[in-house]
């Protein structure tokens, strides 16, 4: 019997989310990632003697905005908290976090799974500050880089409402959509800018009660949160199978390996002593403070996806798709602001879906990553694509040589209707030049043309081929289909 | 050597001389580093003599002056820096062996703002290690002695900072006061030396011992000295978060601004059993001078007095044990010589770093703030803290200042008290209050005892009242003449 079949995974995933702040949470180095180790540090980073931390209020900011678009309390008044461990990649010994009072408390992440709906509630999102990063050398040394320390961080922490792997990874994937539409990080999971935890636990299926949990720990690709929790689910549930107690634990992932090893048990697990941070005075978020944020806001994922599959009659496919990028959405937008055609539709198919079906199809499939759609190097602008589709809307262009411009544009970066005019591609819809070519290809096909007589009315299409390559091409499919018709 | 005599010299009188061309910054600076190699090796103050720094320092102020140019308030004056004030270049250890080596590549607040006034330092001084001491015996570089009596201690922490000043080998300091570290020993020195009120002076680049209690401030040989370094020393600063964004007061004005009417309280709970009755009797009488100056004295009560001393190492540790967990060995300061482990690395650098104060305050500070405890100690601490700091509310509410003794005992016989912590502690006992309420208090010489050995007079402030207090103390200091006295320069060789 599946294990799935007989137990219910019950996971709860706790996000960390890099800021994209300029400077970092306490102190003015650099937070940018990738810098020479140990370049972008300051006194105050590396918890030099004396030093004293200064809230950045960007990263507060990002964190409103976060908590604002997740519908979650932004508390008046939250304070800051020192959570004690040692270890080398933590310079002060202790961790500025928030602990009894964290900026944010519930709200909600909503996403889609096989265009179902779906949402997860959120426990609360507090601010910290991240570690530096340890690097074992073959010989034996280890050294601290420590550019990532005080890089500001959000916690993300849910309701252990997940139930499946997929689920975990999808909601993952909409907490960097999200993020990534409030411009708050760049949410690479490669970079570590996105990093989660998973608390997994098994019941019965029918069970109301939580069984124990591990806290898997160190899953830093989206790959690695499904196969991650996949795997704590079978070995939990083998463990049950056979009568044995799971225990209370965190266990790394070892992506290499594709095995979670135990850490450390419940017995082991670190007295964090938290207090609060007596050097950051308590922070107060003011009304005038959350409504600027409130009004920065964007137009969110879920919002847009209402809108796409409602007023601009798309699928929830392509609406899915579309919404899954800031970039990709802001781009789709901006076409169907520049096109005049958009807002119509021909042949009862709205326009705006076949903007979407040129986006889909022509652009994402030219670039390897969706953000690239905001790059103003891009070699086709929306407005140059808003162009393009209004001249195959108005027939100058036929759908393939719409795609064969297309292709032009994105090449050399020129625009469609001077394509068009350089190169004579546009459709030819005279009907006398179309008529001449029909009663040439007639004459030269008089078998094909006996049979269509006969009754095989789709002896019609190699016709019309005939006709096309006679022409070039360039001529009208539909003018052609008639005039064909019409002679035979 | 020839050149100004430096020996109980105010700073108001050094920078006048060195802006009026009588002397230069640099004859200053040789005077004092003369009397340093005579007298220190018995008084034992300084850490680290930075002469030339001093030197160089003192050249350029003298430079300036001759440039015509403005050298600030404290233009070429010679002052010295308690170990625990963060200077740029220049060895920094806070009395403690696991920071030796250690020199900072930044400057912290406090001193840099003496720097920019024209302060010269002289070099860095002794203190008990991380602060944490009442007698300047725990420093891992051996004691201070009081210039009064060298069998005895200076007080600490700042015990550096109060014997340097006593024996004129530095115009002022600067030291810090957590629970007493400043008024402590500037009682059993004999010199001036204010508590500000917490968030007065920045804490940035002043090594932290108990973050919330931590009060940078200065000494001096007389109360107008305390002043004029409190001028340049107090004041906003953007990398301190707790620092308070409140205009400095005239703090030198204050001095002679004279105390007709000031409402002067005597809480009953500091006149209590275990005071000795030379201090009760030297307290009683600075009342009178001060009744004589024109202020009302009153009795009040501040009736959590006696939680004080358990409230504040509650708290002190905790945040003790969380501010000293960043040596670790790992980017500055002592590293054992032998870890064959991560785990080894931290205990034996700690085990070797740490000396027994530290320690006790480390283990104290981690059980007190242990899962499951904290509403128990560390929370609990907070309220009754609370409570205290209410009590100096409604006490201020009817009083300007409150006078009371700085310390029950004049300065003890060095190694008296090692052998019993909670004795040492109980030196703070009329100290910790105001640290706890974070109000301003200053002590200054107000007698001394048969045996010749000074005592001190608190004046406490309610917050940012500043100016009260030195209203307070100049009146009594500009009645009395307490604070003439020097310690004698002959039998200064170091005994034994």
Redesign the interface.
Known sequence: MNALDKYEPVIGLEVHVQLATRSKIFSDSSAAFGAEPNSATDPVCLGLPGTLPVLNRAAVESAIRFGLAVGANIRRRSRYARKHYFYPDLPKGFQISQYDEPLCEGGAISFRIKDQPRQVRLTRIHMEEDAGKNLHAAAGASFVDYNRAGVPLCEVVSEPDVRSAEEASEYMRAVRTLVRFLGISDGNMEEGSLRCDANVSLRLRGETKFGTKAELKNINSFKNVRDAIEHEIGRQAALLDRGARVVQESRLWDAARGVSVAMRSKEQAHDYRYFPEPDLPPLAVDEAWLARARASLPELPEERFKRYTTESGLTPQDAGVLVSERDIADYFDAVVAASKTAGAATAGVPVAKKVANWVLNEVLARIDDARKLGSPDLPVSPSALAELVDLVEDGTLSGKLGKDVFARMWQDGRRAAEIVKTESVSQVSDAGVIEAACQKVIAANPDEVARYKAGKVQVIGFLVGAVMKETGGKANPKTVNEILKRLL | MSGPDVRGASIAALAEGVRSRRWKSRDLVEAYLDRIARLDKAVGSYLLVDAPGARGHADKVDAAVAAGQDVGPLGGVPIALKDI??TRGIE?T?GSKI?RG?I???E?TPSGRLAAAGAVNLGKLNMDEFAMGSSNENSSRGPVRNPWALDRVPGGSSGGSAAAVAASLCAGSLGTDTGGSIRQPAALCGVAGMKPTYGRVS??????FA??LDHPGPFGRTVEDVAALMEVIAGHD?????SIPAPVGRYREAVGAGIAGLRVGVPDEYFQAGMDPEIEASVRQALEVLAKAGAQISRVSLPHTQYAVATYYLVCT??A??N???Y?G???GHRTPQAAS?DEL?SRTRGEGFGSEPKRRIILG?FV???GY?DAY?GKALLVRRKIADDFSAAFSACDVLVTPTSPVPAFRLGERMADPLQMYLADIYTVAPALAGVPAMSQCCGFTKAGLPIGLQIIGPPLGEEAVFRAAGAYQNATDWHTRLPDDLPMTAPR
């Open positions: 004030f963060v920094t806070c920071l250690f900072p590549p930044y912290g804490r940035y680049g002043v090594i932290a973050s919330s953007p990398l301190d978060s707790t905790a945040e044990a969380s000293l967990a960043r670790d790992v980017r500055f991560l931290y981690t703030l242990r899962a904290y560390y």
